[in-house]
């Protein structure tokens, strides 16, 4: 499917901030009797797809997690090919995104990821760092409780040496200490395959979010399925508490 068939959502607003759980590549590939890595293969794919249909739906912000602080548990093998395709990722989407003007920001604890990784990430970073935006953000080693532990340790700091007081640290501050600090507010949060659970993703930002469960395994989610779902956005009354 091309990711322009998408259509706009002609019923309601538009989300500034998506994310999403790409879920279910692994039972993408055992329903087909293909090992796992032809599922994350085909992650891939869809990861280029979306992020093209988000664009051209104009949406923001669109954040992926893509490994999680958990996800070290999984076979070595498993985690070497992750890393692989990331690695082929970065490497033959970087001057797409620049031409774009795409801004890619990583999220989470990339520099424990190996030395040539960091330094592609570093890399990619810069020289998106001046682009216009959308903002494509990736969360790699990223796990909400270490972002918001770390967040209470920057400012924990912060107070001991006097720099703020201990009365400033409100939700403000958390939210200036995590490293979403300079995005918009996550509006929409999405998880496929059927999965109803946050795996430790943006569980500070995802306050007020939007939440979305498809049973659409990863590997097969499109322009399509992005723009459906935006369009139930779209007709979910957002209250914050009020009326
Ligand atoms: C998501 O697919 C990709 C990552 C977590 C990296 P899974 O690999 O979790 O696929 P399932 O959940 O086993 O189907
Ligand atoms: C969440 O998926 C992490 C990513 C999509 C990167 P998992 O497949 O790791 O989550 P659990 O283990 O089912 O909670
Ligand atoms: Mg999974």
Sequence with gaps: MAANAAPLPADGVLPRHVAIIMDGNGRWAKKRFLPRIAGHRQGVEAVRRVSRAARQLGIEVLTLYAFSSENWRRP??????????????????????????VKLKVIGEFRRLSPDLV???DQ?????????????????NYGAQA??????????????????????????AI???????????????????????????????????????VDTLWPDFDGDTLAE???????RQRRFGGL
């Design 76 to 101: 070595e093998d498993e985690v070497r090919d992750l890393m692989g395709l990331l690695r082929h990722f970065l490497a033959s989407e970087l001057d797409e995104l620049i031409s774009e003007g």
């Design 119 to 121: 330094e592609m990430i």
């Design 124 to 140: 990619a970073m810069a020289r998106t760092a001046a682009s216009p935006g959308p903002t494509l953000v990736i969360a790699l």
């Design 147 to 172: 972002e918001i532990a770390a967040a209470a340790r920057h400012l924990a700091s912060e107070a001991a040496a006097g720099r703020i007081a201990i009365e400033a640290i409100d939700e403000k």
């Design 175 to 213: 939210d200036n200490a995590l490293e979403t600090r300079d995005l918009p507010p996550l509006d929409l949060l999405i998880r496929t395959s059927g999965e109803q659970r946050l795996s430790n993703f943006l569980l500070w930002q995802a306050a007020y979010a939007e939440l979305l469960f």
């Design 229 to 235: 779902a935006i369009g139930q956005f779209g007709r």
